[in-house]
């Protein structure tokens, strides 16, 4: 018989989703905890593994350890085991719970930062857990150079639980080198720390960042869920993602090109933001909000107008889906449309204030540049220096994935505002 593992981490237990619009219990993190609880009572899953970052110290603390206290009773009721370490957001406090719980399903694993193996046994089959945990804030070392556990039986299956950054060598937050995991007797490792989901390395050994089981806020878009591995043998482990989050963010972009008033624009909008969503479908079973952000592109010749209808297709826009109720609506609208000119070429020769917005889009479009545009970008390189080194965003200094666009990203920034600048001085050549 095979065992089962339902892996998750960084749930945030005590954060909700933004951007939801209703008072929705679904918002909340806890909801997803108590879901992910009732998954593997129902479906008699062996052993749940949780990764760190479970619940946030700094955030709504009491709110959050409640829930996780009565989940851990629940799956003691039902002899599941839980797996787990802590990560940067709850090294404090994970330790403090669950030895005042002493509920012996319950077991933290690496605690202090010293890494320890614990035997999960079931009917005469084994699963080894090794894990570590955050034993502070901040961590500058790869927490796999002090792996070294005797008592590893090679010939049982092995599940690592770590929380950390893979391939970021100067993290604050467990830097983790990845040719590191090559080197243990370890067949899956499940990682916590990044909430986008993430597969590694597919196999021998399989290393996966589950992500956050409950999407966060639109930078956390597409499906989230906990992972379920199958371990049919040492060699043959299955892994399938489970989607449970309850909010899902999407993009979708939009061709907006001869849709020249506020009701055609707002129609082709309506259909694709539906034909995108009934696409999703079998995916949608547990999502209540389906957010998407738009992207509008094509070609238009009235920025402002367009602007308008836009903002209400944010304020007005909200449908349900009848099959699985899920809310659908829309959190942000960009517009990416250019100038609907018909010889830039042409225009690029006036000396105008439009004929040099021209030149300057067919310059970026080329990968080639002007004085106008170089000019904007020594400006813009000087304004982020001065904002980058100001002492507000001091505390701000971390390598969680933060990092300042780079001169590709202005470029395609340039590109776009002077085509949103020149389509709405047409527009009003036009009016
Ligand atoms: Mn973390």
Redesign the pocket.
Known sequence: MALTVLATG?IHIGKKSSNIKYDAEEAATKFTWNKIVDYVIKNKIDVLALT??IIDQDNRYFEAIGPLQSGFEKLKTHNISVYMVA???DFKVLPQLVDSEKHSNIHLLGANGTWEMDMFSKNGEKIQFIGWSFPKKYVSEDPLLSLQISDIDPNLTTIGLL?GDVGVANSN?APIDINSFMSHPVQAWIL??IHKPEIINKSEPIVYYPGSPHALSAKEQGLHGPILLTINSQTDISIEQIPLSPVRYDTLSIDITDKTDEASVRNIVSSKLFEDAKSKIVKLENVSFLIYDLILTGQHANVNDLEFWVSRIIDDYDREMDETETRIYVRKVELDVRANVENMAELAKESSPAGVLAKTIIALQQGKTTEFADNLLQEWKLIRNSISQSATYHALQTTERFEIEENQDSTQYLLKECNRILTELIGQQNQ
């Open positions: 960084d760190g970052d990560g940067n957001h929380h937050y916590g720390h």
